[in-house]
Every structure is written in C-alpha cells, then in structure tokens.
C-alpha cells in the first residue's frame, strides 16, 4: 500500500542517504547526467543553506520509500525532479506524487511548474504531457512549463483528501504490524 507524506526539515538528510544508494541510471535520470557523490553533496549543501526554498515528497510501501518529488522552489515558480524506484515504476506512483505535488503547488499559489527531462526517457515525458505540462526540444533533452492557476476548492479538497488517506493509512500498517507482533 503505497503512502505519501512530505518530510520535515529535520529528514531532509534522508533525501541525501536515499540518493547515495540509488543505482546509476536512477541518479542519471534525476541529475539528468551521471550523478556522483559531489552532485548528491552539492545538491544538499543547496537544499540546507536555504531549507525555505526546497521540499520532499516521499511515496512509501511501508517503511521503504518507493519515489520522491524534490520541489525547488525560486519566486512563484517550482521545479520538479522526479524518482521512482525502477521496482516500482509503471504501477502509477509518479502520477500520484505529481497529482499531490501540482495540488500543493498551486494552494500555495506558485505560478509556474518547469521540469527538465532527458530526450530519452520516455515515460517521464508521458507524466508531463499527462499532466498539462508544454515541452520543447532543447538541444535533445525536453523542457516542460505549465502555468499553474490559482488554489480552487479542488485543488484544496484533493491536498486534504490525500493527507487523511496516508494517515488512514499509514494507521492500518502501523496496527497491523502491532497485531503481528503481539499475536504473531
């Protein structure tokens, strides 16, 4: 059962473990080049400098994180970069993170979504155009932009709907789990 939830502040470093386990092409695809150690560091000496300005959603099976949207955010405008465990991918965990995180965006009113893609990676295009999302061939890779428009009752109703769903849950695990262990 997969759940999301944004991290606190204080669990932004396990973005950072999370990364430096990932394998090549799974880093290749978030970076957008081949993502070594100094990329993941500078990447989080960013993010921790100006913790305002940076925020994770996690999508979870249980206790293991099965993806993750990194929101950059610069002005009205946010960035997503977008990482799905190659086990989980194709079962429609990136459409349930960018559902939440567009629903986010706009009830805080930013104005704009950008999203880099490599030229080949077919699926993460599929997400944007999914989504509303204009791309446009730079020099083999693909931007995407979408104007976001402002928070609706929708877009409000959907952020609290998906909060009282992980809590539900994330509930059901944690009592599940308790039964095993005391009723085995």
Partial sequence: MITTE????????????WL?????????????VAGNQFLI?????RVLGNLDDHHFLVARDGKQ???TIHIAV????????II????????????????EALAWARN???????????????PIKHLCQKHGLATSNMMGDTEAELRLPPADWITINREFVSRQRNWYHRWLQNNRMLYQELYG
């Fill in 84 to 99: 799905v465990l190659d086990e989980y991918r194709g079962q429609g965990i990136a459409n349930l993170m960018m559902e």
């Fill in 6 to 17: 944004f991290l606190p502040v204080q669990d932004y470093h396990k973005f950072q473990d």
């Fill in 20 to 32: 430096e386990i990932q394998d090549e092409e799974t880093r290749q695809l978030y970076f957008g």
């Fill in 65 to 67: 994180w099965a993806g």
């Fill in 108 to 122: 805080r009113g930013y104005r704009e979504l950008y999203m880099h893609c490599l030229g080949w990676n077919q």
């Fill in 41 to 45: 560091e500078s990447l989080m000496e």
């Fill in 74 to 81: 610069h002005d009205r405008t946010v960035e997503f970069g």
